[in-house]
Every structure is written in structure tokens, then in C-alpha cells.
């Protein structure tokens, strides 16, 4: 809100709530080893370099495979060689340099290329080298040289080895897993701890600029907000009615429809302190003008997730970020006034995460698209900002990470 239309309003709105999520994963492959033996001989011939019994592997005078010199089981020779069934070479006949190809010198399982995978330098069983299981890479997926796809050389969800990602180059690594959409998900293994210093803000006031404007209000009692130099904030309150404490874009009371910014996200990670009265949000929050909107992407409460919207209409779902959303649409009034000018009542939308969480990207743009196909149609967007709100209580909500983005 600007400061000179800031008033906000008590809806009537009670709510009740329950779970659901989801995360996606990528897995990755792995190579194929070489075993070579210890370079046994057979009386009287050893086969050529390379347990590939090719030109060269002719057996030398008195080459003919002697005593236990004929190919046991499997082994297949060329000039001079007898084929038999097994690939073992008389006794001592081991795979190594001037062996004869012992247990394990045929091409074993995964010796062979897999579907798909074609073999380059190295691949081939040559100096003893043989491609062991896993020496092939899936399907489209050619092996480099050394015949193995490394670790991480797939891609997670939004990025599949083929389209849109290449094993090798490109390929995303361990970590490297995509949410809904390709867009690279956040790491919530650790959260980190709150920037030093800050401003801190009381009373009905705003400022700051770019994905770092922020608002504070209530309708009563005492609340503050503590702002930093990057996307991180706190809010606390002490039973001050209506209380909003909110970070990120404000693009002032004429705004444009929400496509002209481009894709629009959010990445937060919060704790929460205390309690939040008879209603609390956490999550996204804004305003569009022509019609006049008042939304929330609901991701936590102070009180049970999932909740109803209120006297509201169920419009639909939306899977986004790894869980389902409930959308909800309905009319409300207020006794301060909206962001439009002139305006006593307006239309709330509203996006419900199914399971709460704390940490965690929000893909605001495919919320306004999920509503849109729902017949919710919003205006001219004059803010997507980071919120809490509460309906009384006591308590305070820490941001380390607070960041909007839309490009």
C-alpha cells in the first residue's frame, strides 16, 4: 500500500486447514570397471595384447593353443584360433598382457554397449579394457571417453537427459535437481542465520526500494519491522489487532498487468516465535487495480494448515513447487479501504498450500496462471511482497531469506 492509502481493513475470514508436498529428485549413473589378471601363459603360446584375440593374437610358434591351449567355453579367436565354448584358455589362461583370456575376458555383462550408448575411445575392450556393468549410459546418453557417465551427469525434473539436457556438458550435477517448471530449486538443508544490524520501523510506515520495498501496519496495538540491505526481514507484534509486516516489489498505484514483469518468484526460509491470534498467513501477498484484488499464497499459519478460505468459492487446484493448492475466490469489505481509490469492497483470491512448510521457492507466476484459467482475473499488479499477517496474539517471524525476484 502507499502510505496515504495504507488503512487496511478486518476481513471476516476464518479459517481451517491440512497437508500435502512434494520435492523432485535426480538420480545419477555409474561406470563400468577393468579387472586385468595377473598374465598367466600357456605352455607353448600366449595370446597378443589385449585379451581380444584380433590380428596379432595368432598365437606365436608354436602358437597353436597347446596343452589346455585350445579356447575353453566362449572364447572366440580369429587367425589360428579354435572357437570354444567359455573363453577360458587352457590352464593359467588369464586376461593380461601376453595372457590368454581367462575368467571374466569374454564380455561380460555390461561388457556389451547398452541401448542407445555408443562407446567411444576406450570403450571397447582393448588392452584388457572391458566395459563392466554400467558401461553404458541410458537411452540417447553416449558414453565419453572412459565409458562412464560421472556422477550427477543426469538431470532432475524440467531438465531429462535428451531434451533440454545432454549428459556431459550442461548436464546438471549432484544438486543440480529442477522444480516444476525448470527453474533451479532451493536449498533448504540449512537455513541461514539472520543478517547483523537492520533498520527497525514502527507505527503505519513504508519505504525502500526495488525487491527490497517494505510496508508495516496495523490497526491497533504495537508491531515493528526490521529491514535489512538485503532481501531478509523480521516482524513482531504484541496484540496489535490487524498486523501486516511485508518485503519485495512494490510497483507503485498504476502498475501493469502482471505478464510485463516477467516471471515472478519468491525464495523465503523463516522461524517463527509466539502465536498469531485468530488468523495468521505467511507467504505471498499483494494487490492488482482494475479489478481490484487483494491476494495470498498461503505456504504457513500460526494455526492448523490447510484452512478454507471463509464464505469463499473453491475455483480449483494448482500443483506448484512440489504440492498441491487450493485456489479460492470471494468478495470481502473492509473499514479502511482498499489500495483503490474509492473502493469499500473488493475481491480476495487466494492460493492454499495443502502442507505447510517454512523454507522453500514460490512460483508467484503460476499462481496468477492457474487463476487466470479459473476464471480469476487480476488487474494491473501494484505489489508481490513477502508477508506476515496476523489477527492479534503475540510473537515474531525471522526472514534470513526474503527475496522476490521477476525477470
Known amino acids: 500500500m502507499t502510505s496515504s492509502t495504507v488503512a487496511r481493513r478486518v476481513s471476516s475470514l476464518t479459517f481451517v486447514l491440512a497437508p500435502a508436498i512434494a520435492l523432485v529428485l535426480a538420480a545419477g549413473c555409474s ?77 561380460a555383462n555390461g561388457g556389451t554397449t547398452g541401448t542407445g550408448a555408443t562407446t567411444s575411445s576406450g570403450g571397447t575392450a582393448s588392452s584388457g579394457g572391458i566395459t563392466g556393468s554400467g558401461g553404458t549410459t541410458g537411452t540417447g546418453g553416449a558414453t565419453a571417453k572412459g565409458g562412464t557417465s560421472g556422477v550427477g551427469g543426469m538431470t532432475g525434473r524440467g531438465g531429462v537427459t535428451g531434451t533440454g539436457g545432454q549428459t556431459g556438458a550442461g548436464g546438471a550435477g549432484a544438486g543440480g535437481s529442477t522444480t516444476d517448471g525448470g527453474t533451479p530449486a532451493m536449498d533448504c538443508t540449512t537455513i541461514p542465520a539472520m543478517p547483523t544490524g537492520g533498520t527497525s520501523h514502527s507505527g503505519n510506515s513504508q519505504g525502500g526500494t526495488g525487491n527490497l520495498a517494505w510496508q508495516i501496519w496495523s490497526n491497533h496495538g ?70 481490484c484484488v487483494e491476494y495470498y499464497i498461503i505456504d504457513d499459519s500460526f494455526g492448523t494448515m490447510p484452512f478454507n478460505a471463509y464464505n469463499a468459492t473453491l475455483k480449483g487446484t494448482v500443483s506448484s513447487d512440489g504440492e498441491n493448492y487450493k485456489l479460492f475466490s470471494n468478495n470481502t469489505t473492509g473499514t479502511g479501504g482498499s489500495r483503490c481509490s474509492g473502493v469499500s469492497s473488493w475481491l480476495q483470491f487466494w492460493s492454499i498450500r495443502q502442507k505447510a512448510r517454512q523454507c522453500g521457492q514460490i512460483s508467484i507466476t503460476q499462481h496468477f496462471d492457474a487463476w487466470k484459467a479459473a476464471g480469476m482475473t487480476l488487474g494491473n499488479m501494484l505489489e508481490a511482497k513477502i508477508l506476515v499477517e496476523t489477527g492479534g496474539g503475540s510473537g515474531s517471524v525471522d526472514f534470513p531469506i526474503a527475496n522476490v525476484t521477476a525477470k
Open 222 to 291: 504495537s508491531g515493528t519491522m526490521t529491514t535489512f540491505s538485503t532481501p531478509a526481514f523480521s516482524a513482531a507484534w504484541n496484540n496489535s489487532g490487524d498486523y501486516l509486516g511485508r518485503l519485495g516489489f512494490e510497483w507503485g498505484n498504476s502498475g501493469k498487468a502482471y505478464t510485463s514483469y516477467g516471471t515472478i518468484a519468491a525464495q523465503l526460509a523463516f522461524k517463527k516465535t509466539g502465536s498469531g491470534g485468530g488468523f495468521s498467513y505467511i507467504g505471498i501477498y499483494g494487490w492488482s487495480t482494475n479489478p
Open 31 to 107: 561406470g563400468g570397471a577393468v579387472t586385468e589378471g595377473a598374465g598367466g601363459s600357456s605352455s607353448g603360446g600366449t595370446t597378443g595384447n589385449g585379451g581380444t584375440t584380433t590380428s596379432g593374437g595368432t598365437t606365436g610358434t608354436g602358437g597353436s593353443t597347446a596343452k589346455g591351449g585350445t579356447t575353453g567355453s566362449g572364447g572366440t579367436t580369429t587367425s589360428g584360433g579354435t572357437t570354444g565354448n567359455g573363453g577360458t584358455t587352457g590352464s593359467g589362461g588369464s586376461t593380461a598382457k601376453g595372457g590368454t583370456t581367462g575368467t571374466g575376458g569374454s564380455t
